[in-house]
């Protein structure tokens, strides 16, 4: 549960995340350019063979096995019903949510690193500059996994619960 000074440890992990990053325009040098050049001469399936990563699909159920986790134990875990999970299970292209997956990823106690994993391989990232995103990493670092101190934190900031 959030005390009082886990709750201030909360609001100084955000401020301190928040400030604004300031990036400097790079240029590149005639090495560097030969390089990309190169990148641009690579067969486009070829590339896309050596990059694809894993679905979302088959990362989400390579944790759950990883867990020793029923997928019932998950969704339930997750707030998710039977059916939506089964859309998941059923359809290696479907596409949650990133509540969702958030949700699975809190479900599985999932460390940050594998957090990410999971969401990257459905198409999202936690950032540094969203309030919401910022409560999920804190939560993730302290093995905060509960979704009722989760929820309780994003309402300390305000914001939406997670479901």
């Known amino acids: ?7 201030e440890e909360l609001q100084s992990y955000v401020d301190t995340h928040l400030q604004p ?19 641009q001469n ?11 990563q894993p679905t979302f699909n088959q990362t989400l159920f390579r944790y759950i096995d990883k867990k020793g986790a029923s997928d019932a134990d998950i969704y339930k875990r997750a707030g998710m019903d039977r059916r939506h999970f089964s859309k998941i299970r059923s359809n290696p292209e479907y596409k949650p949510g990133k509540n969702t997956v958030i949700a699975l990823a809190l479900a599985l106690e999932l460390t940050k690193k594998e ?6 391989s ?7 500059s969203d309030t919401f995103d910022l409560v999920i990493q804190f939560c993730l ?9 989760i929820n309780q934190a994003l309402d300390y900031f305000s914001l939406n619960p997670l479901l």
Not at 141 to 149: A, G, L, S
Request: net charge negative; charged share 35%; no cysteine.
């Open 122 to 128: 459905a198409g999202y990232s936690l950032s540094d």
């Open 141 to 149: 670092e302290k093995k905060i996994y509960h979704f009722y101190d």
């Open 1 to 7: 549960m959030f005390n009082q000074e886990l709750l």
């Open 21 to 39: 990053i300031f990036h400097e325009m790079k240029l590149y040098s005639s090495e560097e350019r030969i390089i990309s050049e190169e990148i």
């Open 42 to 52: 690579v067969d486009l399936e070829e590339f896309i063979k050596i990059k694809r």
């Open 115 to 120: 957090t990410d994993k999971l969401l990257s």
